[in-house]
């Protein structure tokens, strides 16, 4: 079912051709809502934050470009380029790799996706929300496990 899931969003995201690279799911952590706009001083603060059927796959296409396809809380799948996002690697180790997607105006979001010493895949998701199309600022680091991670194909 998964498979069926990312393969469609592929073809969605223009990419049929593309490989995948990582695979992950259930990011978990925290978010800060600043008090502004639509958040009042009583929900203000750190607030614990989790996808828990959230998806994130690292795809790169035939003609070399990244890109980050999600299912979020929406349970809609999203390719962050179709959704006008630019998606740039920032720095590549042996074991880990690291992504920028910006969304000019409103969002920043960074993606790490990692091997541990213990040898889990894992990534880590940091994202910055601000602007005036932005309904809830906020700032979130959530981290989850992956079932695979294709370094060798960067």
């Known amino acids: 079912m998964r ?41 203000a603060g750190w607030k614990e934050d989790h996808i828990s059927q959230g998806k994130v796959t690292l795809v790169k296409g035939a003609d070399g470009k ?12 999203t390719s962050s380029r179709a959704d006008g996002g630019t998606v740039a690697m920032a720095s590549r180790g042996k074991s880990s790799a690291s992504f920028v997607v910006l969304y000019p105006g409103k969002t920043v979001e960074t993606y790490t996706f990692l091997e541990t010493t ?17 309904v809830f ?11 695979f991670i294709d370094f060798g194909n960067l």
């Open 3 to 43: 498979i069926t899931i990312f393969a469609a969003a592929l073809l969605l995201s223009g990419m049929a051709s593309a490989s995948s690279i990582a695979q992950c799911s259930s990011p978990k952590g925290y978010s800060y809502y600043p008090e502004i706009g639509h958040i009042g001083p009583d929900s």
């Open 66 to 77: 990244f890109d980050i396809l999600f299912i979020d809380a929406s349970e809609t799948i």
């Open 118 to 134: 213990s040898r889990n895949l894992e990534f880590i998701m940091v994202t910055s929300r601000a602007g005036d199309s932005v």
């Open 137 to 147: 600022t906020k700032a979130t680091v959530m981290a989850g496990k992956c079932s």
